[in-house]
């Protein structure tokens, strides 16, 4: 089986294996430390409360939201809107 053709090439299993080079998760970072506190946890935890269509209808929303703000930036700029 010299051959190197897609056909004939057997593909193993993955074997995962642990990364030693990685710091183990409770070490201290500086940076992700620096981080920490500019983050808002109570909104992490109300997300992570939501379902996974919740979620997904709070990004439909929000995408909404954007997408009428960059309209209204346009139309003020006397710039007419693409595709409408």
């Known amino acids: 089986m010299n051959n190197d053709t ?3 090439i057997e593909e193993s299993p993955p ?3 642990p990364l030693p080079e990685l ?6 970072d500086p940076v992700v430390e620096a981080y920490k506190k ?3 946890r109570t909104l992490l935890r109300e997300n ?3 379902t ?3 979620r997904f209808r709070k990004l439909r929303s929000f995408m909404k939201f954007a997408h009428g703000i ?4 346009t139309r003020k700029d006397g710039i007419p809107k693409k595709g409408g």
């Open 6 to 8: 897609p056909d004939e």
């Open 70 to 73: 960059r309209g209204a930036a």
């Open 48 to 50: 992570l409360r939501l």
């Open 38 to 40: 500019d983050i808002d």
């Open 15 to 17: 074997v995962y294996r």
């Open 23 to 28: 710091a183990p998760p409770d070490a201290f």
């Open 52 to 54: 996974v269509d919740e």
